[in-house]
Nanobody
């Protein structure tokens, strides 16, 4: 059974930075693409960033230039580096691993941007 565990969330001031991690139970990102999503309070979940098995990344326009998705060499963990954070970035952040047919999800980590 694939397990994904997010970490790194917390409270940060506007303009600050955070890096989220998503650790898998194995080398899942060798065979699956990795994605980060977020779900703000009262809103639907939206995809933020995607990293393919080839390492290519794609971003939602609203986070492009501020967020960076990456993967470790062992392909067991993906990261989301977030900078210039805004109050509207407040949400529960989720990672996923997908092969286009099956998607595995983490449990989510809360990010709150507030002064």
């Amino acid at each position: 059974q694939v397990q994904l565990v997010e970490s790194g969330g917390g409270l940060v001031q506007p303009g600050g930075s955070l890096t989220l991690s998503c650790a898998a139970s194995g080398r899942i990102f060798n065979d699956y693409a990795g994605r980060w999503y977020r779900q703000p309070p009262g809103k639907e979940r939206e995809v933020l960033a995607h990293i393919g098995m080839d390492g290519q990344s794609v971003y939602l326009d609203s986070v492009k230039g501020r967020f960076t998705i990456s993967r470790n060499n062992a392909k067991t963990t993906i990261f989301l580096q977030m900078s210039s954070l805004k109050p509207e970035d407040t949400a529960v952040y989720y990672c996923s691993a997908t092969d286009g047919h099956i998607t595995h999800w983490g449990q989510g980590t809360q990010v709150t941007v507030s002064s």
